[in-house]
């Protein structure tokens, strides 16, 4: 993908940095040792031959001191890596795709979403989540949520390498925020709870397989802007390939079990993501149409 030329969305939130250490120098504030804290002092500086108060004060003192930090391992640093820059490059590239088609198939300004990078595990509103869930969509604060490790992942274990399958998770993820402000998903969920689990868990493949369409939507239109290179659509059609559920079921040593499902198999994945690279429409991304 011709990617480096594009613009950096504004709405990245890069967390990766938070759960770093950091150490502070010894030494207590007085007001956080307590009246017990305050006595052991004055009993221990008496027996020594000094003054309670001047001790006190050395903590208090100390306490007050800027703190010193210790050296931040260099996986934690926050900067802007290659990874980082590509998925603020392709966020914005669909921001700008999504402006102009959104009002045309809902009627209303497309609401951007938020990026939110972090490392190993992560606190949206929609709950806790750790890395091995993978990418995901948080509909309650409407953010993506994203450990960059994963594109790692989905070259090594998936076999899924390349900038435009990378580009098609985050679009994937995209195309669920278009359904949450669309009003789509909620409409999907109110069905659900008045269905069988059975045709719950159908009806939730149905919404990932339209997703993977909203995918393939972006993809068309980063066609037509020249984004695209050779073999970029071969790649985009690997990952749908490599992450449907049937080639997982058979990776992990299981029976193919449909009504396991939880984002279609392979070949559904791929036609829809197809489905929407061909057409640019989202008329065409109608996934509960079809049984």
Known sequence: MRWQDLRRSDNVEDHRNDDASSGRAGGLPIGQLGIGGVVIVAVISLLLGQN???????????SASPPRTQQVPAKREAVKDQASEFASSILASTEDVWNKIYPEAFATAYEQPKLHLFREKVESACGGASSAMGPFYCSADKKIYIDLSFYDELAKRYGAPGDFANAYVLAHEVGHHVQNISGISGKVHQKQQQVSKKQANALSVKLELQADCLAGV?????????????????????AANAIGDDTLQQS???????????????????????QGLDSGSVSRCNTFAKK
Not at 52 to 62: E, K, M, T
Not at 218 to 238: M, S, T, V
Request: hydrophobic share 40%; net charge negative; aromatic share 10%.
């Open 252 to 274: 992990a040593g299981q029976a193919i079990t449909p009504d396991a499902f939880t984002h279609g198999s392979s070949e559904q994945r791929m036609y829809w993501f197809k």
């Open 218 to 238: 972006w993809g068309h239109y980063a066609a037509q802007n020249k984004l695209l290179e050779p073999g970029d659509i071969e790649e985009g059609l690997a």
């Open 52 to 62: 309670p108060l001047q001790v006190l004060g050395l903590i208090a003192n100390q």
